[in-house]
């Protein structure tokens, strides 16, 4: 594990407690301390966890923000370029392009586990973080499926179903589902501020809910969100057109019904995708059209839940 | 209580097990006969429970929408026009200009219980429902205090505490803190929305915190956003602004920070005020000056908890 902060460090958890032999190296001081304080191997050596991990064949997770992942790939280049490579990186189309740059013969295969919390750092970490979360494992044109089930495989491990898609399909919605939502935040805890003590002491439910990414850590959000600036930019312009619209509306006939309707039609969509009920799907990893077979169950909004050998077993709804 | 919806009917439960007795009415079979069928008295004939509010000198409480306060005026001005009126209503300009123009000689202060829920209707309420909320009781230049005291006790028995303001600001500030948030939670379901399954597969939290409002009846939410227009357009020209002003920073120069950094520093101003310690006040209806105190308090964020005769007592922070 390079990177001990709340996903590194709670993927390094979640491995151990499901019986990997796992280690881990950050540049941050305080965290290496603290996982070694909770009787984890960690160090500040980074080029040596890397050749730890060249001779033992381990998998290598980079679990750095994505500034750094450019950062850190040459180290894997020079002290562990056989090893399966997979990452947590909160947009995979940038880590693709990277590390086609930087490794291109490099046994990837990108992944981002979807869960989080306002904390960082390893403190904020725990083995249980991944439970029941989706974790996207990227099936490219040219991903090696072999590489692929040892990440899926760590992922199942982790407790996390795995969700099936490429890096581009994966910016394109977590744009929607998770970058704008957290633009919209600040926009909304900005613009609440402005109200001062009187908004504070007559804040209810709709604000509290609407801005409660806005305490996440700067820095996370400013990784996430302006690494998937080619994705997040033609969302960005859809949000804008939509509020641009109700604004229009409101000035010009007072009514706001299109923009109500269609939200709370969204949002019946959406749960209507994820409440209704589950079909068993099983793809064969060793079958010619696997890759297909994985991309579409992930279009379809299903997740592979158990795996043997080649054989995937999941759902589907 | 005219109206026995979510809030009509929690206020009439909340009322009654403050051991007032209470009595409502709506247009709704439905509503008055579940309310009867909990024990409470309820009718279809506004006009009747009206004349019952004027024999009695009862406080006539409007818990309609918006649209139906101006319906309902006109039986208030005809069976029960010298009693104390309140509303509940989630906009306070629009009612007492109506109620200006429709009532001129009314006892009238509006308020505005902050609690809900995304449910409507009788079934959805609670006798318990403005336990620990906010409950503006409004002062204007020319409420009579005698009328905001009784209000603020009918509040207080609710379970709620006493925010003092005047309607201009409440308005302006609900703008900020509940319905933009509901446009923005519209609008963020709407385009999360767009990317189906896979999008409901790997919504995680910021997306299902920032839409749970989404999920509201629209025409409540229709009602309080497009009752609200003139507060709500200038403070939706304003979450415009900032959302246009991070579309064109990431275009230009890929940088979000000034829109991250400013939702961060937002958030806790406002944590801040909400948990900042508390200061004893004491406000003297009989006073001169117990107008201006209690704008003041509302001002700061501070709240009336107890009253007692003319001595409200509460707290600031």
Do not use: Q
């Amino acid at each position: 594990m390079i990177g001990l902060g709340l996903i590194g460090g709670s993927v390094l958890r979640a491995a151990a407690a499901a019986g990997r032999t796992a280690w881990g190296a950050t540049d941050s001081t305080v965290d290496a301390e603290a996982a070694v304080a909770d009787g984890f191997t960690a160090t500040v050596d980074v080029a040596g966890a890397l050749r730890d991990a060249a001779e033992r064949d381990a998998i290598v997770v980079l679990a750095v923000p994505l500034p750094a992942v450019e950062r850190v790939l040459p180290l894997v280049a020079e002290h562990a370029p056989n090893c399966l490579l997979t990452d947590v990186t909160s947009v995979k189309v940038p880590v693709l392009d990277v590390v086609g740059r930087r490794l291109p013969d490099a046994r990837f295969c990108g992944g981002h586990p979807m869960a989080g919390t306002a904390e960082s750092g390893w403190a904020a970490g725990s083995a249980t973080l991944f439970s029941g979360a989706a974790w996207v494992v990227c099936v490219e044109d040219d991903t090696d499926l072999d590489v692929w089930r040892e990440v899926a495989a760590l992922a199942l491990d982790a407790g996390a179903h795995v969700v099936p898609t490429n890096a581009a399909a994966h910016d394109e919605v977590v744009a929607r589902i998770s970058h704008l939502p957290h633009l919209m935040a600040g926009v909304l805890a900005a613009v609440g501020a402005v109200g001062g003590p009187l908004a504070a002491a007559l804040a209810a439910g709709s604000f509290r809910d609407g801005t409660r990414v806005a305490g996440s850590h700067p820095e996370l959000v400013r990784a996430m969100t302006e690494g998937n600036r080619a994705s997040l930019l033609p969302v960005l312009d859809e949000a804008l057109g939509r509020l641009g619209a109700a604004r229009g509306s409101l000035a010009s006939t007072g009514g706001l019904a299109a923009t109500i309707d269609a939200g709370h039609e969204g949002i019946r969509e959406l749960d209507k995708y994820a409440s209704a009920p589950h079909t068993g799907v099983r793809v064969d990893l060793g079958a010619p059209d696997a890759r297909v077979g994985l991309l579409a169950l992930g279009e379809r909004g299903g997740r592979i839940t158990a795996l043997d050998g080649d054989v995937l077993t999941g759902e589907v709804r």
